[in-house]
């Protein structure tokens, strides 16, 4: 008892992280706060020990009783309808239900009469026979010894046969990755060796997967048993509540549930505890489990949004916590707000701040919005990247005095940004007016798609605008490709494409988030859908800013390859290449060939004229390599868009950087085919960058001079097109025209 209400204070300090959450968050969990056992409550009035407790009177006896496992669920189903008796590897945290999961199994396949679902049927004289009886085995490998010796003993003296001559023997081995290699190895000479007539199956559960041998895992059908999200973790305990009739406030299952970290035991556990103190309200909840930060964190806010700096730091030094305590408190603050308000995507970032209300949330972000002079949570964006990068840069695990400093400086930043809102509003002002003046004559050089929806392959105008595309990004940011994604396919096969369409989507959208498109203007990315054998899958090429270098590349692809759909379960395969090269040639030999790799799902039949004026296979004039993996043969998508781009390369970006009539050149649409990739586009890159500003600043002193509209329509008419600019280097139709 006392452990328990120690172990519940210690849990009540720890974050709720899901593994979707971005580089910021896990660095939260990296300093979550486990605090010293408190001194134990006094005793409840009505002891739960004494009755039978929810955890064993819950445990789930068939499929159905099941919580949120459909993929587990759906494999041991099936192997027992088709009396397939496979050894399993069953992985999840402590207290997730591996155990559970292992036991219907075993039961599973020697019911005489399994249910649809291939549930025990719980009448049978199996299902009323005890383990021993049936033929399910249970050895606890830390408590009984993970040598060869000791489980070669175990298999010797708990070999027979089953009552049920049919039946299966189940060897459940618990926290397996506590066997030495020995055992490990006798262990799978044996289900190598494993006939049909032997009937026994091995099941494997284990908290830390990665421990496990290698050779024997690949002989097991792997499983993860996964914690219950948020919403499911609720409805579980609601459930459990209204059926054991213990009174319960839809919030205080809700802090409860967003504390125990999606196990059912422990929610079952915290639900006890709970039942003994009567039906409690959320605040005397938020005390017992020790979160009731509200009121401090409600002032602090309403102090530093008044940028009343000396009442937020005496509130804060008055705040009964640890310095480190308080910096991931508000750190969480932010990122509970920044994904649930203003980008209005769940996420558990803490369970007190999860356990907030609509209102309680609204007033905690209305006092920044004033600060900022903001009408919608949404403005509120590019601030709060501001002050989340503060808090990802600065010291993670300070003393008292350094939290205080750090808070102070923290305070600065707040006061700077709410100064560069004024300039902001101003700025916008003043650049509208000059944009309207001189809009109408710039041409954007935008392709849209041509094709009407669904034309399945990749035309030629998508290869017009990949490779358009391709050389927009080093002319418009002077950088290139360095990196290039293939996703695809999903591993299930009853997917439609419109729904994996939207999980690519899902995944560029979360991967766009961690690289902080908006902070790094120079980010692009272009994508190519296709159809091929296995479902749908996407090519992409990407510029990923090598500010954090290596680092942060390391950490979107170990982020990319736990990706997980948020909504649906199913997975994505993922290959992720990436050159950290930035000097030309060979960065620009990368980039030319990850754009190339986007164009091999051509058809084989587009041509195009070369310079001698003969008709040629466009795939040669590009210069597409003669491989199967350049080459592709997809098959028909059903639905447009084929071709997609984002960043720098989005429609806005390109449009803003083409301004004072500074389009791009192509060299495809010229169909210069022999320049198309010897990387003249970083020349082109400085020149335009003189040339853009020189043009700029030609209109800002007319306009300092009193020109009118007219007059600075005049000056821009006489820029005449992209390919008479003043250049440095020498382009492909000089030398056509002997210039
Ligand atoms: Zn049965």
Same mark, same amino acid.
């Given at each position: 008892?006392?452990?328990?209400?120690?172990?519940?204070?210690?849990?009540?300090?720890?974050? @709720?992280?899901?593994? /979707?959450? *971005?580089?910021?968050?896990? =660095? $939260?969990? #990296?300093? +979550?706060?486990?605090?010293? %056992?408190?001194?134990?409550?006094?005793?409840?009035?009505?002891?739960?020990?004494?009755?039978?407790?929810?955890?064993?009177?819950?445990?789930?006896?068939?499929?159905?009783?099941?919580?949120?496992?459909?993929? @587990?669920?759906?494999? /041991?189903? *099936?192997?027992?309808?088709? =009396? $397939?008796? #496979?050894? +399993?590897?069953?992985?999840? %945290?402590?207290?997730?239900?591996?155990?559970?999961?292992?036991?219907?199994?075993?039961?599973?396949?020697?019911?005489?009469?399994?249910?649809?679902?291939?549930?025990?049927?719980?009448?049978?004289?199996?299902?009323?026979?005890?383990?021993?009886?049936?033929?399910?085995?249970?050895?606890?490998?830390?408590?009984?010894?993970?040598?060869?010796?000791?489980?070669?003993?175990?298999?010797?003296?708990?070999?027979?046969?089953?009552?049920?001559?049919?039946?299966?023997?189940?060897?459940?081995?618990?926290?397996?990755?506590?066997?030495?290699?020995?055992?490990?190895?006798?262990?799978?000479?044996?289900?190598?060796?494993?006939?049909?007539?032997?009937?026994?199956?091995?099941?494997?559960?284990?908290?830390?997967?990665?421990?496990?041998?290698?050779?024997?895992?690949?002989?097991?059908?792997?499983?993860?048993?996964?914690?219950?999200?948020?919403?499911?973790?609720?409805?579980?305990?609601?459930?459990?509540?209204?059926?054991?009739?213990?009174?319960?406030?839809?919030?205080?299952?809700?802090?409860?549930?967003?504390?125990?970290?999606?196990?059912?035991?422990?929610?079952?556990?915290?639900?006890?505890?709970?039942?003994?103190?009567?039906?409690?309200?959320?605040?005397?909840?938020?005390?017992?489990?020790?979160?009731?930060?509200?009121?401090?964190?409600?002032?602090?806010?309403?102090?530093?949004?008044?940028?009343?700096?000396?009442?937020?730091?005496?509130?804060?030094?008055?705040?009964?916590?640890?310095?480190?305590?308080?910096?991931?408190?508000?750190?969480?603050?932010?990122?509970?707000?920044?994904?649930?308000?203003?980008?209005?995507?769940?996420?558990?970032?803490?369970?007190?701040?999860?356990?907030?209300?609509?209102?309680?949330?609204?007033?905690?972000?209305?006092?920044?919005?004033?600060?900022?002079?903001?009408?919608?949570?949404?403005?509120?964006?590019?601030?709060?990247?501001?002050?989340?990068?503060?808090?990802?840069?600065?010291?993670?695990?300070?003393?008292?005095?350094?939290?205080?400093?750090?808070?102070?400086?923290?305070?600065?930043?707040?006061?700077?940004?709410?100064?560069?809102?004024?300039?902001?509003?101003?700025?916008?002002?003043?650049?509208?007016?000059?944009?309207?003046?001189?809009?109408?004559?710039?041409?954007?050089?935008?392709?849209?798609?041509?094709?009407?929806?669904?034309?399945?392959?990749?035309?030629?105008?998508?290869?017009?605008?990949?490779?358009?595309?391709?050389?927009?990004?080093?002319?418009?940011?002077?950088?290139?490709?360095?990196?290039?994604?293939?996703?695809?396919?999903?591993?299930?096969?009853?997917?439609?494409?419109?729904?994996?369409?939207?999980?690519?989507?899902?995944?560029?959208?979360?991967?766009?988030?961690?690289?902080?498109?908006?902070?790094?203007?120079?980010?692009?990315?272009?994508?190519?859908?296709?159809?091929?054998?296995?479902?749908?899958?996407?090519?992409?090429?990407?510029?990923?800013?090598?500010?954090?270098?290596?680092?942060?590349?390391?950490?979107?692809?170990?982020?990319?390859?736990?990706?997980?759909?948020?909504?649906?379960?199913?997975?994505?395969?993922?290959?992720?290449?990436?050159?950290?090269?930035?000097?030309?040639?060979?960065?620009?030999?990368?980039?030319?060939?990850?754009?190339?790799?986007?164009?091999?799902?051509?058809?084989?039949?587009?041509?195009?004229?070369?310079?001698?004026?003969?008709?040629?296979?466009?795939?040669?004039?590009?210069?597409?390599?003669?491989?199967?993996?350049?080459?592709?043969?997809?098959?028909?998508?059903?639905?447009?868009?084929?071709?997609?781009?984002?960043?720098?390369?989005?429609?806005?970006?390109?449009?803003?950087?083409?301004?004072?009539?500074?389009?791009?050149?192509?060299?495809?649409?010229?169909?210069?085919?022999?320049?198309?990739?010897?990387?003249?586009?970083?020349?082109?890159?400085?020149?335009?960058?003189?040339?853009?500003?020189?043009?700029?600043?030609?209109?800002?002193?007319?306009?300092?001079?009193?020109?009118?509209?007219?007059?600075?329509?005049?000056?821009?008419?006489?820029?005449?097109?992209?390919?008479?600019?003043?250049?440095?280097?020498?382009?492909?139709?000089?030398?056509?025209?002997?210039?």
């Amino acid at each position: 008892m006392g452990a328990t209400a120690g172990g519940l204070n210690a849990a009540a300090c720890r974050f @709720v992280i899901p593994r /979707l959450a *971005s580089a910021a968050i896990q =660095r $939260v969990k #990296a300093i +979550i706060p486990v605090k010293p %056992a408190k001194p134990v409550r006094p005793a409840p009035v009505e002891p739960w020990t004494t009755r039978m407790s929810l955890a064993a009177k819950y445990r789930p006896q068939t499929f159905g009783d099941v919580w949120g496992q459909p993929t @587990v669920v759906r494999v /041991l189903s *099936s192997l027992i309808q088709r =009396r $397939v008796g #496979a050894s +399993i590897l069953l992985h999840g %945290a402590v207290g997730s239900g591996k155990t559970t999961m292992a036991r219907i199994y075993g039961r599973g396949l020697n019911c005489s009469a399994p249910s649809a679902d291939g549930s025990p049927c719980l009448s049978c004289q199996h299902c009323a026979a005890s383990d021993k009886e049936i033929g399910f085995y249970e050895y606890d490998v830390p408590a009984r010894g993970g040598t060869w010796h000791a489980i070669d003993n175990w298999l010797r003296t708990d070999e027979r046969n089953p009552r049920n001559s049919k039946g299966f023997v189940v060897y459940f081995l618990d926290e397996a990755h506590r066997l030495e290699r020995e055992a490990a190895e006798g262990l799978l000479k044996r289900i190598e060796d494993e006939d049909e007539t032997r009937r026994q199956v091995f099941v494997f559960a284990t908290t830390e997967p990665g421990r496990l041998s290698a050779a024997l895992r690949s002989r097991l059908i792997e499983l993860e048993v996964r914690p219950l999200d948020l919403e499911t973790s609720v409805r579980f305990v609601s459930q459990v509540a209204r059926d054991a009739e213990i009174a319960f406030d839809p919030a205080v299952v809700r802090l409860l549930a967003g504390l125990k970290n999606g196990h059912p035991r422990n929610l079952l556990f915290g639900l006890e505890q709970l039942q003994s103190l009567g039906n409690i309200t959320l605040a005397e909840a938020r005390r017992h489990f020790d979160v009731d930060h509200l009121e401090v964190l409600r002032n602090y806010v309403a102090a530093v949004a008044d940028m009343d700096f000396g009442e937020a730091l005496s509130i804060l030094n008055a705040w009964n916590e640890e310095g480190r305590d308080k910096v991931s408190f508000v750190h969480a603050l932010l990122l509970s707000t920044y994904f649930n308000d203003i980008l209005r995507r769940p996420l558990q970032a803490n369970p007190l701040l999860d356990s907030l209300t609509a209102g309680e949330r609204a007033h905690l972000l209305a006092p920044f919005l004033k600060l900022f002079g903001a009408t919608s949570p949404v403005d509120l964006r590019p601030y709060w990247l501001e002050m989340m990068r503060f808090w990802r840069t600065s010291q993670q695990a300070p003393d008292e005095e350094a939290a205080l400093l750090l808070f102070a400086d923290f305070h600065i930043l707040l006061a700077e940004l709410a100064e560069r809102k004024s300039e902001a509003v101003e700025r916008a002002a003043v650049s509208s007016q000059s944009e309207n003046s001189i809009s109408p004559l710039a041409k954007p050089p935008v392709l849209k798609q041509v094709n009407g929806p669904g034309h399945g392959f990749i035309t030629q105008a998508d290869v017009a605008r990949v490779i358009n595309y391709a050389s927009y990004l080093p002319q418009l940011h002077g950088v290139w490709f360095n990196s290039r994604v293939k996703l695809g396919p999903i591993l299930r096969n009853d997917i439609n494409e419109s729904e994996a369409r939207k999980l690519h989507e899902q995944f560029w959208i979360e991967f766009e988030d961690r690289v902080d498109v908006s902070a790094n203007p120079s980010f692009a990315r272009l994508s190519v859908a296709e159809r091929e054998d296995g479902g749908f899958v996407s090519y992409s090429a990407l510029h990923i800013p090598a500010a954090g270098g290596a680092e942060i590349l390391q950490e979107l692809r170990t982020w990319a390859r736990n990706w997980r759909s948020r909504t649906q379960d199913a997975e994505l395969v993922f290959e992720f290449d990436v050159k950290l090269e930035t000097a030309p040639p060979k960065i620009a030999k990368f980039h030319w060939g990850s754009a190339l790799l986007l164009c091999g799902g051509m058809a084989g039949n587009l041509r195009d004229q070369d310079s001698d004026g003969s008709e040629r296979d466009l795939r040669d004039l590009i210069g597409l390599p003669r491989t199967k993996k350049m080459r592709r043969d997809p098959s028909r998508l059903q639905c447009d868009p084929i071709v997609t781009a984002s960043g720098g390369l989005s429609e806005a970006a390109i449009e803003l950087a083409s301004r004072l009539s500074m389009a791009p050149i192509s060299a495809f649409d010229a169909k210069a085919w022999g320049h198309l990739r010897d990387g003249w586009e970083i020349e082109e890159y400085r020149d335009r960058r003189v040339e853009t500003a020189r043009r700029a600043q030609a209109l800002r002193i007319a306009e300092l001079a009193g020109a009118t509209p007219e007059d600075l329509a005049l000056i821009q008419a006489s820029w005449e097109g992209p390919l008479y600019r003043p250049r440095q280097w020498r382009g492909w139709w000089q030398t056509g025209r002997g210039v």
